[in-house]
């Protein structure tokens, strides 16, 4: 029988954006219009060193949900027999799988909800076709769009949420959508939310918003679409629960900044569940965790900075007044640990968390220090020592090192590497920009010191005065392989 919570056992609210660098953030330096998302810092903690485990949609969003390095999900051990290579990309997903974040704390008499992006394991066969140019307003298209919308709701809700709404089963540009729907729709994403705030205020709850934003589409022009387009087709009457598109672009206009309209946005719909928290009465009895999967462009997809160093706040009233600004190593591996601190929720013996409990950041008690992060995507493996230096191995499997060796130039998928390819057509050997970018990308072994190398532009794996320091790292990177299920080169 799940557990009844304590009425008095603080909600958490996690904020879980898509695309967003930190320079798309006002409290991180970005040229944006952010004041709700400011808001959380300045009554809160902001983390400076904060990374993405797995800096991609799905496996970056497995491990907020588990507390677990992607590369243990039970799908990827499908695709990938673990005790060989595993390759870690778009695959993970939590479906199917008992252990986690939500369904612990289900579990333990919170009611848990989730609205916005899923990209958890909805596959392509559980949906009905759509085809780009049919009607939306047609009865049967309609029909159809309504039963694969309640499917992924059905899916989201088999892996411990007890509510789903507002739902996208992925990106808003890849989804069995006519082309007319396929648009972003942040009003919708936060009447989910606020919804779930308004209808479970009286008791412990946990809510994890997955804004569509600021992936792509983007822009202006997405402003000018359809407030009545959702995934579910055309809603009878656009959401009013955040401050009017129109006034978005007048805003960040009379702002005078130059960043992404998008930003703000994605901000207004923050800046509404907070008010909503504040409204019922359960802002101050509510944790909320602000921070994005991954960041854009050169850095997606790769283990660099770009992509895997995130922002992420944390308000907690009460405790989080006076924190201020963290230089402490988290990784978002921490989030599920950190909330079950929080609930005061046991996973039990053979729930595997790979994370901590940043809690002591948050309120001040207690102690917390890491000395290391780990990182894995595709077929890279990074370390990011406390002291400020990164680790990054490429490791090709077998068929693909032998191409290497023989002098093909290979993405880290695997891919023949095409310098002319279109990002958003040929993504996978273009590698979005990130060998054009970062001079090391086809390097073996890489070793940065980022308090004087932000970029990572200089490569210091093969300057002697650095040998001790890179084997020390090494020896790390093979202390974190052998505790995962694959093999990764001579690590394990």
Known sequence: MPETASASAPNVVVIYTDD???DWVGCYGGDVLTPNI???????????????????????????????????????QEEFPPDGPVNVGWEPGIRGESATLAGVLSDHGYTTGLVGKYHQGVDADDLEAVEPDADPTDPEIEARLERNYQTVVDIVESNGFDHAASVYDSNVNGMELPAELQHQNMDWVTQGAVEFIENNRDDPFFLFV?????????????LRTDPRATPRG???????????????LER???????????????????????????ACGVADETM???????????????????????????????YTESRGSSDELVSNVDIAPTLFDLAGADPGPDYTVDGRSFLPLVTGEGTYHRESVFLEITTERAVVTDDGYKYIAVRYPPEARDRVDSGERLT???????????????????TFGAAEYFPGYFDRDQ??????????????????????????????????SADLPHEFGEFT
């Open 288 to 318: 909320v965790v602000f921070t994005s999967d991954h960041g854009d462009i050169e850095g997606k997809f790769t283990t660099y900075d770009r992509g895997a160093r995130q922002p992420c706040l944390v308000r907690y009233p009460g």
């Open 412 to 430: 880290h998928w695997c891919v023949p590497h095409d310098e002319h390819g279109e990002r958003d057509t040929d993504r996978l050997s273009h």
């Open 38 to 76: 400011d808001r959380i810092a300045e009554e809160g903690v902001r983390f400076d060193r904060y990374y993405a485990s797995s800096p991609v949609c799905s496996p970056s969003r497995y491990s907020a949900l588990t507390g677990r390095y992607a590369s243990r999900s039970e799908r990827f």
């Open 252 to 278: 960040v206009h009379e702002a005078g900044v130059d960043g992404p309209v998008d930003a703000t946005w994605l901000d207004d719909g923050v800046g509404a569940i907070l008010d909503k928290l504040e």
């Open 210 to 222: 997955a804004p569509t934003l600021t992936h792509s589409p983007r822009g202006e022009d997405q």
């Open 20 to 22: 967003q660098d930190p």
């Open 234 to 248: 055309y809603l009878d009457e656009p959401p009013e629960v955040q401050l009017s598109r129109e006034s978005v």
């Open 447 to 480: 070793l940065y010191d980022l308090d004087e190398d932000p970029e990572e532009q200089h490569n210091l794996a093969d300057d002697p005065a650095y040998a001790d320091r890179l084997e020390e790292i090494r020896a790390l990177l093979r202390e974190y």
